[in-house]
């Protein structure tokens, strides 16, 4: 019904920057929150960026200063522009959003996942 399609990780030295994308399509009635998640190997999933519908934002610890969250409501799309990237970083980066379908069920759902690796 829904589907959230990610793009943009990949191999980066530290000190360098990446930015993730992730749009969203399918029976959707309204986004109320978008979201990026990670999950490095042995470690917890983890909230990393979250954004409202109105632009209010909220981050981990862990990446105030260095992350930024974005969306564009029109596009149904979320962005994470990573810079200062580290090798503590370096995780399955997934996208999630809660959403109201057109049958007006609320739910959350996720993306696939992208690898992120920090590594010189």
């Known amino acids: 019904q829904v589907q959230l399609v990610e793009s943009g990780g990949g191999l980066v030295q530290p000190g360098g920057s990446l930015r993730l994308s992730c749009v969203a399509s399918?029976?959707?009635?309204?986004?109320?929150?978008m979201g990026w998640y990670r999950q490095a190997p042995g470690k917890e999933r983890e909230l990393v960026a979250g954004i409202t519908r109105g632009g209010s934002t909220n981050y981990a610890d862990s990446v105030k200063g260095r992350f930024t969250i974005s969306s564009d409501n029109a596009k149904k799309a979320v962005y994470l522009q990573m810079n200062s990237l580290q090798p503590e970083d370096t995780a399955v980066y997934y996208c999630?959003?809660?959403?109201?379908?057109?049958?007006?069920?609320?739910?959350?759902?996720w993306g696939q996942g992208t690898q992120v690796t920090v590594s010189s």
């Open positions: 399918g029976r959707i009635f309204r986004i109320d929150t």
């Open positions: 999630n959003a809660g959403i109201v379908t057109t049958t007006f069920a609320r739910d959350n759902f």
